[in-house]
């Protein structure tokens, strides 16, 4: 018994697939801007008031993504 297009679409929407996956790649991408950012500033790191400098530099690189977070997680909630 093969499955036909209007049985996948049927099933996708019950299940959410592509919100979820929306999400957690939202979810992986913080987590890699984050990442990023903290070894980037541990790397250009000098001894700047007392690391004023490397937390202004994870806050700019990490506003945007986390704003793209907030914005999918409310989409996600919304489509439930």
């Known amino acids: 018994m093969a ?3 209007g049985d996948f679409i ?3 929407r019950k299940l959410a697939v592509r919100r979820t996956i929306v999400l957690f790649v939202t979810l992986w991408m913080t987590w890699r801007a984050y990442e990023w ?3 980037y500033a541990a790397a250009t790191l000098t001894i ?4 004023i400098k490397a937390a202004t ?4 690189v990490t506003f945007p993504i986390t704003y793209l977070q907030k ?3 409310e989409e996600y909630i919304k489509s439930k």
């Open 3 to 5: 499955l036909g297009m």
């Open 10 to 12: 049927v099933w996708e």
């Open 37 to 39: 950012a903290t070894v």
């Open 48 to 51: 700047d008031l007392n690391g």
């Open 57 to 60: 530099t994870i806050a700019a």
């Open 71 to 73: 914005v999918v997680l």
